[in-house]
Each structure stands twice: as C-alpha cells, then as structure tokens.
C-alpha cells in the first residue's frame, strides 16, 4: 500500500510540478489580455501569464527527465519502461493537462466571483489534476504506467499534498496566501 502511495506520487510529479515552477518563474503579460469575460469580470485574472504557463510546461517535462536519469540510476524502471518517445509524450500530457486544469479552475472561480488568488477549496486542489488525468489518458503510455488503483490514490493524497507544499511555499515566501 505504502509503495503504491509512493508510486503514485512519483509518476503525478509531471502533474504536481508545472504550477510549482509557474510560480517561481511566472508573471508578466497575462494568458486573458487583461480582458473580461461576457460577465464584466477577469477571463482568467493577472495570475494566469504566458511566462507562467510556458515555464511550468518546461518545468514538468524537465522533471520527469530528471525521473528518468533517476530510476536508471537507482535500478528501478517506472518512466523507463517506456520508450523514450512515449515518455515523452506521457510527460508532456501530464504538464500540459495539469497547466491547462490551472487555467480552467482559475475560469471558473472568476465566474463565480471570486478574486485572483482568493481559494476555492476543492477546485484549488483537484483542477489540475482531474485535466491532467484525462488529457494524458490519451496517450497509449498513460495505461502502461497508471493503474486504476493509482487513480483512485491520487484522488485521496492530492488535497493532502496540495495544502502541505502550498504552506511550504507560503512559509518560503513564494506564495502570498497559504492555498
Ligand atoms: N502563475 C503564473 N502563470 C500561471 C500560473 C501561475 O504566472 N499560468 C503564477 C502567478 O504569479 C500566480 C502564482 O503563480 O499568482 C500562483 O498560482 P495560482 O495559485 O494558480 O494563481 P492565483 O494567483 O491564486 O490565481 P487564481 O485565483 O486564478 O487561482
Ligand atoms: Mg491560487
């Protein structure tokens, strides 16, 4: 059980990793223009940016790379079972579906009213993760790696993960709110 807890988190981290790198090296010129939607309020609001969204995408397919030279290195082969141009397709979807829930859950919470960076529990810490899933669910690889029992555990530990490392950030000074 503990393995399968672990193994699920190992194979997410292309998921979890791209907001953490939007953070650290986003902002700039927003994904929305700084337009608003139908409804008179922000598309997306100023902490969706391209630079954001680029360098997340970057980051997550950096870091399942860094997974690869990682599990050859310490003779385990999860990522490695694949081949290289199914990795990186699977890596890819996991940061682009992950990225694009970001967008998505952020779309929402401006139509319900709510302001760039105020929570949205749930929302906050499920978006990415439900697009990440699905998008990289097209992929043949996804099925190689992912079990349903993964699926089911990352269900579980993400809202856990999500409110741990965003405290983390908070205390490093790399978020303004604690979520
Ligand atoms: N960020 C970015 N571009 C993205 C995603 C995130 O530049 N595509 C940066 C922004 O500086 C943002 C910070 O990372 O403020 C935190 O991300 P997040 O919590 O997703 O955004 P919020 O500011 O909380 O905005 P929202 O209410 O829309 O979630
Ligand atoms: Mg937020």
Redesign the pocket.
Known sequence: MLLEILKTIWILLPAYTP?NF??IF??GFP?DFGKNFVDGRRI??D???F???FS?LIGGVFVAHLQLFIERAAGFAIFSSLSYSQFLQLAFLLSFGS?LG??T??FL?RRIG?K???RAPIL?QLDFLVFSLLIASFSEAFWKVFSFENILIAFLITPVLHVVTNRIAYLLKL?DVPW
């Open positions: 907001n939007a953070v986003g902002g994904i997306l609001g902490g969706k940016t630079r954001g969204f997340g990225l970001d967008l859950g952020s919470k709510l760039r960076g105020e906050d978020k």
